[in-house]
T-cell receptor, first 110, second 116 residues
Framework: DAKTTQPTSMDCAEGRAANLPCNHS???????VYWYRQIHSQGPQYIIH???NNETNEMASLIITEDRKSSTLILPHATLRDTAVYYC???????????FGQGTELSVKP | GAGVSQSPRYKVAKRGQDVALRCDPI?????LFWYQQALGQGPEFLTY????????KSGLPSDRFFAERPEGSVSTLKIQRTQQEDSAVYLC??????????????FGPGTRLTVL
């Protein structure tokens, strides 16, 4: 399974965009990039996923570089409720297990 | 609609006791996963079911861990002769299927197990 590298922690001011980077230099051609987040004392929550193209939904945007070796999750207007650990995961889109890393602990500050 | 539920939410066991953790997945979800999350770490895969079939149990740390999903719905994770290193949050997740476009897993709130 491909591995990902993320910064351990990041801070963001409330109302500003939060840009969370992820490196996945060994990603295979059939592997998707998934983002989940885990708010304290809750289970992880799916955010978004993509293969090659940039993706956007009501929660976030996902920017994947052309060589697919890295990606960035963007929360356009961070709120205090976005404080969580964000996990970048690469996985074949076949419904299998998720391999979580350490994630990035995002703190949104007023 | 109801999400994934887990019970109990908290469990304290004495070392050597057996425990059973329950997971009720979202109705109709074919796939069910168990993960173990130690304090300060990301979740780690334990085992996976497709309906009632346990297709992958490669993450179970020892033969003291056993999981079942006899009717393809509710699942139970059983830990025999608990040890202190078993203390963790046990997360259950379900997803619609194992194929298709999406691999979105819906997680329950977890069961926090503390072994004294």
């Amino acid at each position: 399974d491909a591995k990902t590298t993320q910064p351990t922690s990041m801070d963001c001011a409330e109302g500003r965009a939060a840009n969370l980077p992820c490196n996945h230099s060994t990603i295979s051609g059939n592997e998707y990039v998934y983002w989940y987040r885990q708010i304290h004392s809750q289970g992880p929550q799916y955010i978004i996923h993509g293969l090659k193209n940039n993706e956007t939904n009501e929660m976030a945007s996902l920017i994947i570089t052309e060589d697919r070796k890295s990606s960035t999750l963007i929360l356009p207007h961070a709120t205090l409720r976005d404080t969580a650990v964000y996990y970048c995961i690469v996985s074949p889109n076949q419904g299998g297990k998720l391999i979580f890393g350490q994630g990035t602990e995002l703190s949104v500050k007023p | 609609g109801a999400g994934v539920s887990q019970s109990p939410r908290y469990k304290v066991a004495k070392r050597g006791q057996d425990v059973a953790l329950r997971c009720d997945p979202i109705s109709g979800h074919v796939s069910l996963f168990w993960y173990q999350q130690a304090l300060g770490q990301g979740p780690e895969f334990l085992t996976y079911f497709q309906n009632e079939a346990q297709l992958d149990k490669s993450g179970l740390p020892s033969d003291r861990f056993f999981a079942e999903r006899p009717e393809g719905s509710v699942s139970t994770l059983k830990i025999q002769r608990t040890q202190q290193e078993d203390s963790a949050v046990y997360l259950c997740a379900s997803s619609v299927s194992t194929s298709g476009l999406y691999n979105e897993q819906f997680f329950g709130p977890g069961t926090r197990l503390t072994v004294l």
